[in-house]
């Protein structure tokens, strides 16, 4: 008997039942289990035996909710498709944050726009200071269908992908004393106007009212914090600190060169203001 053909065998085995567990697992989660609608009450409907949240922008208000628990590191993730038809001046997000005076937060943030291409604006706040904005053009249309978000946040490196393909890595790089979100931060979603800055000053047609997105795949992949010692979430028995998730890897390093070099249409440390960020400097 080929002893190689069984090893073989049993390695698709092992791998075909993993991949089973996961799906299990994303299907199964309510949104109840991490989740809670924060605002917007009756702008939010629960659909699909609770596995899906839709939240509605119109004249009266916009909807978002948040997750349950705070953390302090995490591969979190999220399956969205944001409003169809003439979007221009929504706003719909999936975002980190903590709760202080100079909080830190991790936004993915997507621009309504009348039609493809579409923005998704990304940004960070460490000790109460943005500004440090990234902007793609999606190579797809977020309107169509659902599309897998995650942000990756450990003491070595943030980083965004969209259908997994890392788009932005921000480093901890302590040596050129860059700053890095330490706060335990909660997980937020939500739709909301925000028209001017969101839609190059253009005017939102509400005759497009009501606008919808809707979220998906509500189990999380993060450390609980109980208190302020954020140390216990760098430790390695969380898989998201091993040592593959310190760095992108070959593959994942062309895939961002990529979405760099083909959709990057704004980088803050290309722009007048990068003198204040140590992390432009080469």
């Known amino acids: 008997m080929d002893h190689s053909c069984l090893s073989g065998s049993f390695a698709f085995i092992v791998l075909l039942v993993t991949s089973l567990r996961i799906s299990c697992r994303a299907d199964t989660t309510s949104f109840s289990d991490n989740y809670h609608v924060t605002w917007g009450h009756d702008h939010a409907l629960l659909l699909n035996q609770d596995r899906e949240i839709q939240l509605t922008l119109d004249q009266k208000s916009g909807a978002g909710f948040e997750s349950k628990m705070r953390y302090g590191s995490g591969l979190f993730h999220i399956r969205m498709k944001i409003p169809d038809k003439n979007s221009t001046g929504v706003l719909t997000s999936f975002y980190l944050a903590s709760r202080s005076s100079h909080h830190d937060e991790i936004d993915l943030e997507f621009l309504g726009n009348n039609g493809p291409p579409y923005k998704l604006h990304t940004n960070l706040y460490i000790n109460g200071q943005g500004g440090r904005e990234q902007q793609i053009l999606l190579w797809f249309d ?141």
């Open 142 to 282: 977020p309107t169509k269908d659902f599309h897998s978000y995650k942000i990756l946040w450990n003491e070595h490196q943030i980083v965004f992908f969209v259908d997994n393909v890392p788009i932005r890595v921000y480093r901890n790089n302590i040596r050129k004393k860059v700053s890095f979100p330490s706060q335990p931060m909660h997980i937020f979603a939500s739709i909301w106007h925000a028209e001017g800055w969101a839609s190059d000053g253009r005017k939102t047609d509400w005759h497009q009212a009501p606008f919808h997105a809707h979220y998906q795949d509500f189990h999380v992949d993060g450390c609980v914090l109980q208190d302020h010692n954020i140390r216990e979430c760098h430790s390695p028995k969380f898989w998201w600190n091993a040592e593959k998730y310190r760095k992108l890897n070959p593959d994942q390093e062309r895939e961002y060169r990529n979405v760099r070099k083909m959709h990057l249409v704004y980088d803050y440390c290309s722009s007048k203001s990068s003198s204040h960020y140590p992390e432009c400097h080469k």
